[in-house]
């Protein structure tokens, strides 16, 4: 009996140990960049996951900063070693050479407290009160790890993305929710047309940069429900790369309102194909029609499966050791056991 509740007690304190290692882990925004002459170079922006022993600073020569809209949402300060010593071989026998490099290199990353909207947060660098940096999320080579999927996608190519839309509905009208600080968001999920009950639908127009319509959609405010007349309502529309507003209308096409969001678009109808952006003949027609885009290898998918084959992997591989490790004490106990009653055998002899 005692044997079996001590192998439960070790089976059990290393599943806890494992699940208590998992829970520590945070997610956070991995910059890596250098700085050369003066200028910022943001060479990847990746969502990643790390340990809890990542140091966040209050202080610094530098700081990184992740805005929505105007709002700081993360920021952390790192110091950078401008023109670094670097030493070179040289053949011969010789001494090695040392020169100043003109380019320093530097990793920051920023914690994340909620979902990340690459579409509309920014990437900032500052030295003391001088910006050095500003650059939209979806304009840099950006790799997001969704959270709730854990899949890997590039949110520049990926075709799937829809505006959400945070509306309130007051008898016909519609206005903007004044509890959400942001009218709207762009989500990683394919607009899918409303499916709807009433003869008389509400309508949408997406307009991009050019003044031309992009997009339309219809939707019911009221979701089918006649009593409903007063209410927050949410309301998805397809994503528009060169998006400048969104115009909500009532059943007489009557415009309500205008959203504008132009801050989550990437491709700029500004007649030059900017491949660095995310534009191509593809998602951005406008700018890169008869230009080949540029081949860039598919995005690493770690897809749910492979996920969650590793945390089985860990979980089996505590469950067995500590299988092993019980089984071990007991063939040491049942050898110690015999041991003893060899001994007592022995001692009635004599």
Request: hydrophobic share 40%; charged share 25%.
């Amino acid at each position: 009996m005692a044997f079996y509740l001590k192998f439960l007690l070790i089976t059990l304190f290393g599943v806890f140990a494992s699940f208590f290692a998992l829970a520590q882990n945070k997610d956070f925004l991995s910059i890596t960049g250098s700085i050369s002459s003066g200028q910022i170079i943001i060479d990847s922006v990746e969502q990643r996951v790390f340990e809890q022993n990542v140091t966040i600073y209050k202080s610094g020569s530098y700081e990184a900063r992740l805005l929505k809209g105007k709002k700081i949402v993360s920021n952390n300060f790192f110091e950078i070693e401008e023109n670094p010593e670097l030493w070179v071989d040289v053949k011969g026998n010789k001494p090695e050479e040392r020169f100043l490099s003109d380019r320093s290199a530097f990793n920051i990353k920023l914690p994340l407290t909620g979902s990340l909207d690459v579409a509309s947060s920014i990437i900032e660098i500052w030295k003391g009160n001088s910006l050095l940096y500003s650059k939209k999320l979806i304009e840099l080579p950006m790799e997001v790890l969704a959270v709730e999927t854990y899949i890997i996608t590039n949110q520049k190519n990926s075709p799937s993305l829809s505006y959400l839309f945070h509306l309130y509905y007051d008898n016909g009208q519609i206005f903007a929710d004044r509890d959400f600080e942001f009218k709207y968001d762009v989500i990683p999920e394919e607009f899918k047309p409303e499916v709807l009950t009433t003869q008389f639908p509400f309508s949408g127009e997406v307009v991009n940069l050019k003044g031309e319509t992009a997009a339309t959609f219809k939707f019911d405010p009221r979701r089918g429900n006649p009593a409903f007349l007063k209410g927050k309502i949410s309301v998805k529309a397809p994503y528009a790369p060169d998006g400048k507003k969104v115009v909500f209308y009532d059943v007489q096409d009557k415009p309500l309102l205008a959203i504008f969001v132009d801050e989550s678009s990437f491709c700029n109808d500004d007649g030059i194909c900017n491949v660095d952006r995310g534009e191509d003949k593809k998602t951005c027609p406008n700018d890169c029609a008869g230009v080949l885009p540029t081949t860039l290898p598919p995005p690493y998918e770690k897809g749910p499966a492979a996920s969650g084959l590793t945390t089985w992997i860990i979980l089996t591989l505590v469950f067995v050791g500590a299988g092993l490790g019980g089984w071990y004490w007991w063939k040491w106990w049942q050898k110690k056991k015999a041991a003893t009653q060899i001994n007592q055998f022995t001692n009635k002899l004599n």
